[in-house]
């Protein structure tokens, strides 16, 4: 599912290794979730927006037809 | 082995549990059946005097209880009292114990103890069941 991390973890001069280590993830589970390629789970949702300091649907939301 | 904390990876380690699973179990019947393939008795096979055998039925039963807790969600059933669940233990043990006695030719007085044995493992699978089935709340409106 497509979603504003990469945009936002750039914005916040945030690596992925930086980003994943502080969400408690692998760097590779981040790369996928900013391909769309995994889901993650709500609780994982709201760690990665707590690093970024954004919001969920700053983060995650997508409208409805655009999933 | 370092613990798993990322979720993808540990809903990837038991993919690979579950794959290993079905390898191992699968292995287990294909052993199974060369060794009836070569002409050893059915009765010494399938006997829990063969290891294979024992492991494999302790995959199976294991696989059954543990898949109660998928099994009772998917039913939705509402919570049984403590009488319908007596109640049903005692159907089981009458079934049991007619099946043991009228079928299998078991002394009628053995057939209550062997009934009796199929009437606790029904009972408790019961009760786990009942255990794990919620309490409905439909409620839609307050007051």
């Not at chain 2, 290993?20 to 008795?41: C, K, P, R």
Request: proline share 3%; hydrophobic share 50%.
């Amino acid at each position: 599912m497509q979603n504003n991390v990469r945009a936002l973890r750039v914005a916040a001069h945030l690596s992925q290794v930086e980003l994943a280590s502080a969400a408690g993830i692998t760097r590779q589970t981040l790369s996928l979730i900013e391909k769309g390629a995994y889901n993650p789970s709500l609780k994982l949702c709201l760690n990665i927006c707590y690093r970024l300091g954004q919001t969920l649907d700053q983060v995650f939301w997508v409208a409805p037809g655009d999933q | 082995m370092k613990k798993i904390k990322d979720e993808r990876l540990i809903i990837r380690n038991l993919k690979n549990i579950r794959l290993s699973f079905i390898i191992e179990n699968g292995a287990l019947l294909a052993v199974l059946g060369w060794q009836l393939g070569q002409g050893q008795a059915w009765s010494r096979v399938v006997s829990y005097q063969n290891p294979l055998f024992s492991i494999f039925m302790l995959a199976a039963v294991s696989l059954t209880l543990l898949s109660l807790n998928v099994s009772v969600p998917m039913e939705d059933k509402p919570r049984a009292s403590w009488g319908q669940l007596v109640w049903h233990g005692l159907i089981c043990w009458v079934i049991a114990w007619l099946f043991c006695w009228g079928l299998l030719r078991v002394n009628p007085l053995a057939a209550v103890g062997l009934a009796l044995i199929f009437t606790v493992i029904f009972s408790g699978i019961e009760l786990v069941a009942n255990h794990l089935r919620d309490p409905h709340d439909d409620v839609t409106h307050q007051s």
